[in-house]
């Protein structure tokens, strides 16, 4: 037990460079990235 909560995120390599290409074009903070990525998903 870690003592963290919930369990690891695993993303793939594709959804990793994505992320970090948004993060790049829009200068962003990194940690805002992936939440910004999920509001584009329905």
Do not use: D
């Amino acid at each position: 037990m870690t003592g963290k909560r919930g369990r690891n995120q695993h993303f793939s390599g594709a959804a990793i460079a994505t992320c970090l290409t948004v993060n790049v074009r829009f200068t962003m903070p990194l940690w805002q990235t992936p939440r910004y990525i999920e509001s584009l998903l329905p």
